[in-house]
């Protein structure tokens, strides 16, 4: 195949993903224009207000739907390959590979997010936490609820790397290698998010998640690691709660110690997954390096 060609695709396989986003959500502004002019006439100000209020209010059901139909058509479109290249395949999987997947996804998420706050309590990343902070209150409204969890820790993640670890990265590697794999797909996986700062920990997530896919050639493991760090970052702030008149240096000391952990905790799960890790041309995770009574 042609790299023109190969690109093409891979920004179709993403257009995909953003169109349905964008469609719907037209589509759910458009079913508030005739009630907002019921109540305000041609007053088009007042109008365009509850039209985007109304619409912002089903931000979260309108990213399950243009999820779904992404899941669908991707279904439709990549069956096939999935058949071939048994993409979803389950063999060599067990709870050890699954948990350390969750765990690299959690601490992942704890030492990225750590050095993004540390980092800009310096003042540095003013500008754009404005834009992220406006972005993700829209997103989220008042609470989180079991319908944001979906949305956005469940089927987007499953969506999300069907697109950038089963296809991008499968792409890129007949093209040029696992190595340009991982950054290609990385990188587009950054760029998709759109605001700057998430451009920048989501294509570092990109990377740790395309060496996760080359050391195991299991889909699942990085669907579970990617669902694993969204869901924690909406869960972590009811589960720990920090008090606001806590000082700024133990504040400071607290994400510190986490980012440490985090680190260390994500260092020595990706050293156990490359001690584990599938050789290049091997179809099966090895899971148990030492041969088996069978074999002998």
Do not use: C
């Not at 993903?17 to 041609?42: D, N, R, W």
């Not at 296809?167 to 587009?188: C, E, N, P």
């Amino acid at each position: 195949m042609h790299p023109v060609k190969r690109v093409l695709i891979m920004i179709g396989l993403i257009g995909i993903y953003l169109g349905y986003q964008v469609v719907v959500s037209v589509g759910v502004s458009i079913m508030f224009i005739p009630a907002g002019m019921a109540e305000f006439g041609t007053d088009i100000p007042a109008v365009t207000a509850y039209v985007v209020e109304k619409s912002a209010a089903m931000t979260i059901p309108s990213l399950i739907i243009s999820s779904s139909l992404s899941l669908l058509t991707l279904w439709l479109i990549l069956r096939k390959e999935w058949k071939r290249d048994r993409t979803w395949r389950t063999d060599g999987l067990n709870a050890k590979i699954i948990g350390v997947a969750l765990f690299v996804g959690i601490t992942s998420n704890i030492f990225i997010d750590g050095i993004i706050t540390l980092v800009g309590s310096f003042g540095m990343f003013d500008s754009l936490y404005g834009s992220f902070e406006e972005v993700m209150n829209m997103v989220m409204g008042e609470k989180i609820t079991l319908s944001h969890i979906f949305a956005l820790g469940i089927i987007g993640p499953v969506v999300e790397e069907i697109i950038f670890r089963g296809a991008i990265f499968s792409l890129a590697k007949k093209a040029w290698g696992y190595t340009w794999a991982i950054y290609v797909s990385a990188f587009l996986f950054g760029l998709m998010h759109g605001l700057p700062l998430q451009i920048i920990y989501a294509t570092g997530l990109g990377i740790l998640y395309g060496y996760i896919y080359k050391w195991t050639k299991r889909l699942w493991v990085t669907v579970v690691a990617h669902v694993a760090n969204n869901v924690f970052t909406m869960s972590i702030g009811l589960l720990i709660a920090i008090p606001e008149s806590m000082p700024d240096y133990q504040m400071a000391a607290l994400y510190v110690i986490a980012t440490v952990i985090g680190l260390a905790a994500t260092i020595f799960f990706i050293i156990w997954l490359t001690k584990h890790q599938t050789p290049e041309d091997a179809p099966l995770i090895n899971l148990d390096p030492e041969p088996s009574a069978a074999s002998n």
